[in-house]
């Protein structure tokens, strides 16, 4: 088991940028694959960026392709989301999460969850 905490949320006005960080504790960070995902008011919790266990293979969700960045140090014990261009389609609660259930994207195929980190892009 991991255990997961979210930072870097808030208020900002569209077209500026936030860095979210996932702090991992427990079991050996560098054997999970991490994800972000997010929900709105409303709506399902979706996918937003997936990276592996070294770094070197990231997926985007076709919304967030090119304006956010997902990265890991490792070392550190840490994930990023770098968003960038946000939108007020953007606001949402982020959660990281991990899994070891290999390259996956689906939200049911993560077992470790954060609690979440509001963002909220104004127009």
């Known amino acids: 088991q991991v255990e997961l905490v979210e930072s870097g949320g808030g208020l900002v006005q569209a077209g500026g940028s936030l860095r979210l960080s996932c702090a991992a504790s427990?079991?050996?960070?560098?054997?999970?694959?991490m994800g972000w995902f997010r929900q709105a008011p409303g709506k399902e919790r979706e996918f937003v960026a997936a990276?592996?266990?070294?770094?070197?293979?990231?997926s985007y969700a076709d919304s967030v392709k090119g304006r956010f960045t997902i990265s890991r140090l490792n070392a550190a014990n840490t994930m990023y989301l770098q968003m960038n261009s946000l939108k007020p389609e953007d606001t949402a609660v982020y959660y990281c999460?991990?899994?070891?259930?290999?390259?996956?994207?689906?939200?049911?195929?993560?077992?470790?969850w954060g609690q979440g980190t509001q963002v909220t892009v104004s127009s």
């Open positions: 999460a991990a899994t070891v259930r290999g390259w996956v994207t689906k939200k049911n195929e993560y077992d470790n």
């Open positions: 427990g079991r050996t960070f560098s054997g999970y694959v």
């Open positions: 990276i592996g266990w070294s770094g070197s293979s990231t």
